[in-house]
């Protein structure tokens, strides 16, 4: 069974660095894409960015300017920092593993799904 | 982006309902849409993927259907333990994004 293990600070003040990590247990690392997906208190998904075991990245526009993901295959891990945090970063983050399937609509298309979840680390900014 | 509307975003049934949630895209994704299912203090699970394949373990009373911007989440008859936030999440294009969440609640 694929497990997510999350950890990292929960407490920031405005305008220090947000850094999580997430280890993995199970299934074949190299094989998936890693992704960081949060949601802030009372509302919905948002997500933040991709990364494979290379080290390709993919992040969202809007928080592009201040994310930072990374990987280390050696230990199974992979890690966000978040810069220049204010109280609108405030949210519990959750790390994913992104699985593909495959379907047919008229011709193959790959489907990006998040199939296994951390268990969320509820991250404050507060001065 | 690709804006992704769920509605409604709340709704009271009982146990036994039939339940339908909708969500729309802002253009057309194919059937690049992932519906999950989140309880209270807990990580979102995923149910469906590519809008209408069960993700393995989740019961067969659930369905997902549509394609191009519309697609539908049904529930044939809701159990106590379906109570809970429905998210739908388009995988056509980062930013992958997400539906405001539909809340099922008790009746």
């Known amino acids: 069974q694929v497990q997510l293990q999350q950890w990292g600070a929960g407490l920031l003040k405005p305008s220090e660095t947000l850094s999580l990590t997430c280890a993995v247990n199970?299934?074949?690392?190299?094989?998936?894409?890693w992704s960081w997906i949060r949601q802030p208190p009372g509302k919905g998904l948002e997500w933040i960015g991709q990364?494979?075991?290379?080290?390709?990245?993919d992040y969202n526009p809007s928080l592009k300017s201040r994310v930072t993901i990374s990987v280390d295959t050696s230990k199974n891990q992979f890690s966000l920092k978040l810069s220049s945090v204010t109280a609108a970063d405030t949210a519990v983050y959750y790390c994913?593993?992104?699985?593909?399937?495959?379907?047919?609509?008229?011709?193959?298309?790959?489907?990006?799904?998040?199939?296994?979840w951390g268990q969320g680390t509820l991250v404050t900014v507060s001065s | 982006d690709i804006q992704m509307t769920q509605s409604p975003s709340s709704l009271s049934a009982s146990v036994g309902d039939r339940v339908t949630i909708t969500c729309r895209a802002s253009?057309?994704?194919?059937?690049?849409l992932n519906w999950y299912q989140q309880k209270p203090g807990r990580a979102p699970e995923l149910l469906m993927y590519?809008?209408?394949s069960l993700q393995g373990g989740v019961p067969s009373w659930f369905s997902g259907s549509g394609s191009g911007t519309d697609f539908t989440l049904t529930i044939s008859s809701l159990q106590p333990e379906d109570f809970a936030t429905y998210y739908c999440q388009q995988s056509y294009s980062p930013p992958f994004t997400f539906g405001g969440g539909t809340k099922v609640e008790i009746k």
């Open positions: 994913a593993r992104v699985d593909i399937s495959q379907g047919w609509f008229g011709e193959l298309f790959t489907n990006p799904q998040f199939d296994f």
């Open positions: 199970g299934g074949s690392f190299n094989v998936y894409r």
């Open positions: 590519a809008a209408s």
């Open positions: 253009q057309s994704i194919g059937r690049n």
């Open positions: 990364i494979n075991h290379r080290g390709s990245t």
